[in-house]
């Protein structure tokens, strides 16, 4: 099949893996499951090869980022890889002055406040991520049938850490900005979503098999003004990568009263958090979408028993599912036992296995 082709009907090496049937909802031998923040610095492997390297570098050079996407997939043997990056990284590359501090998170020099901040976030194109488009090669040619999901932090997300500056707990000058003057909230929230979207191109032409658009922190606002607000420019960034046939999935954190919205916006998968069991947030989200969750990633420090206690009532709550991904509610723990989360992905394999 010519790359071109592929590109358009999402037929990568993966294609009848376990993890994109399930988005599909296709039947499957057993139910799919991954790890939001699967890489990082619960894996002691990655502690080491990231010793002295600052995070924003380790995302620039393609045999680290390679090496780091693998080690949960060779530990765990979880159904699919994610991409070792961070949202941050396309705002980075249009030249935002932004850095990743140590225990912080993304931190912003100058945060974007006004319209003349707005020049600031120019096009991306796929020459400002070199580095991306050459990982992502290494990577599916290691991965062979193990699937490659490529992600981008959503436009909502991605202006709070701009407008705010850093991480925030009530987003109070994002929502003042998006409150007080909508018009320029639309317009950075319009770049952003083009930022987000070329990102995402860029990682499905060079061979990722899925997208996931991270909307962390959009359970912050209520369904009406995430509607009037944020979905627009969510929506536009599904609609541009809806041509290349691989499956798009939403997700966000306390996002219960936001989730029919989210599928809504143009999702082909919907992660749910904890705080909705997946029975019920399939009924919110409606039919035609596959789930994904949703663990509290907490429970995995309890005893084993336990454990396997909460991971079997998460597979009994999407029993009835067309498309259920097995995965946490948000990301691994940084303190979390790797043994746990290798027993969970047997665990999950061996109850689901039909
Ligand atoms: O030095 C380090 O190890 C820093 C920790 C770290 C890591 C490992 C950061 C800083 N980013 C990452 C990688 C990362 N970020 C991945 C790849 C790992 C994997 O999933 O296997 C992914 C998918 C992200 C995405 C990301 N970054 C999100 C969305 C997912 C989520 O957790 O909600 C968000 C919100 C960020 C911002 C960010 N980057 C880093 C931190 C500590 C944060 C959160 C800060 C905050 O609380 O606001």
Redesign the pocket.
């Known amino acids: 099949m010519s790359e071109r082709s592929q590109h358009q009907t999402g037929r990568t090496a993966a294609y009848d893996s376990p993890f994109l049937r399930a988005c599909r909802r296709e039947p499957v031998p057993h139910t799919p499951v991954w ?7 619960s894996l002691p492997e ?2 080491k090869v ?1 010793e002295g390297v ?2 924003l570098e ?2 620039m050079r393609p045999e680290l980022v390679t090496e ?2 693998l080690q ?1 997939v060779r530990r765990h043997g979880v159904d699919a ?8 990284v396309p705002l980075k590359a249009v030249g935002i002055d932004l850095d ?1 501090k ?5 931190v912003v020099e100058n945060p974007v406040r006004s319209r003349a901040d707005l020049a600031r976030l120019r096009p991306l194109s796929g020459d400002d991520v070199p580095y991306v488009t050459e990982a992502v090669r290494l990577l599916t040619a290691e991965l062979g049938t193990t699937p490659l999901i490529g ?1 981008a ?1 959503a436009p909502f ?1 991605l202006a ?2 701009l407008v705010e500056g ?3 707990r009530n987003h109070e000058h994002t929502k003042a900005l998006m409150y007080g003057d909508p018009e320029l909230w639309a317009d950075l929230l319009d770049r952003l979503a083009d930022i987000t979207a070329a990102f995402l191109k860029v990682q499905i032409e060079a061979g990722a098999s899925a997208v ?1 658009l ?1 909307d ?2 959009v359970g912050a606002l209520a369904p009406a003004d995430y509607r009037r607000h944020v979905m627009p420019a969510s929506a536009k960034v599904f609609d541009a990568v809806a041509g290349y046939g691989v499956p798009r999935i939403h ?3 306390g996002t219960g009263e936001l989730l029919g919205l989210m599928g809504e916006a143009g999702a082909d998968v919907v992660g749910a958090d904890w705080r909705v069991p997946l029975d019920e947030a399939a009924r919110r989200v409606g039919p035609g979408k596959a789930l994904q969750g949703n663990l509290d990633p907490a429970v995995l420090f309890a005893p084993r028993e336990a454990v396997e206690e909460k991971a079997a009532a998460v597979l009994s709550a999407a029993a009835g599912l067309e498309g259920h991904i097995f995965n946490l509610g ?3 723990l ?1 303190t979390t036992e790797p043994d746990a989360l290798t027993r969970l992905v047997e665990f999950v394999h061996e109850r689901s296995a039909r």
């Open positions: 790890f939001m923040r699967q890489a990082g610095r990655y502690r990231r600052p995070m380790s995302c780091i996407t949960p890889a994610i991409f070792f990056s961070d949202i941050v990743i140590p225990g912080v998170g993304p992600f932090g997300t709070s850490y850093g991480p925030s996931q991270f962390s922190w997700f966000g954190v948000h990301g691994v940084p």
